[in-house]
């Protein structure tokens, strides 16, 4: 089964840590941009990390520069997102998702660049 499965999600108190994980069965992440995005109660969702597909680009949302961290294991075919210093306001359902991208080092920064997605994992942070 072609999918992108998400896990690590949960509850963490302010100023805690979560490392999320995207594993992906069907296919393989070799050639393929990563992306991380977050979706809170009544908003639109939004970008928060991407990667080029040869792992040597990167880029932040300004709201997560300096506390989240984007890599992948493609021997393993999981990509990652390690969040610390979580505040309250990165509470959302958090989707990972990709796209094959043949140029290598091009990171795709829009949400309707990504045309596979995972089903979403709930973070919340919270006292």
């Known amino acids: 089964q072609v999918q992108l499965v998400e896990s690590g999600g949960g509850l963490v108190q302010p100023g805690g840590s979560l490392r999320l994980s995207c594993a992906a069965s069907?296919?393989?992440?070799?050639?393929?941009?990563i992306g991380w995005f977050r979706q809170a109660p009544g908003k639109e969702r939004e970008g928060v990390s991407y990667?080029?597909?040869?792992?040597?680009?990167?880029y932040y949302a300004d709201t997560v520069k300096g506390r989240f961290t984007i890599s992948r294991d493609n021997t393993k075919n999981t990509m990652y997102l390690q969040m610390n210093s979580l505040k309250p306001e990165d509470t959302a359902v958090y989707y990972c998702?990709?796209?094959?991208?043949?140029?290598?080092?091009?990171?795709?920064?829009?949400?309707?660049?990504?045309?596979?997605w995972g089903q979403g994992t709930q973070v919340t942070v919270s006292s």
């Open positions: 990667m080029s597909a040869n792992g040597r680009n990167a």
């Open positions: 998702a990709t796209r094959a991208e043949p140029r290598d080092d091009y990171v795709p920064k829009t949400r309707r660049e990504y045309d596979f």
């Open positions: 069907g296919f393989t992440l070799d050639y393929r941009a």
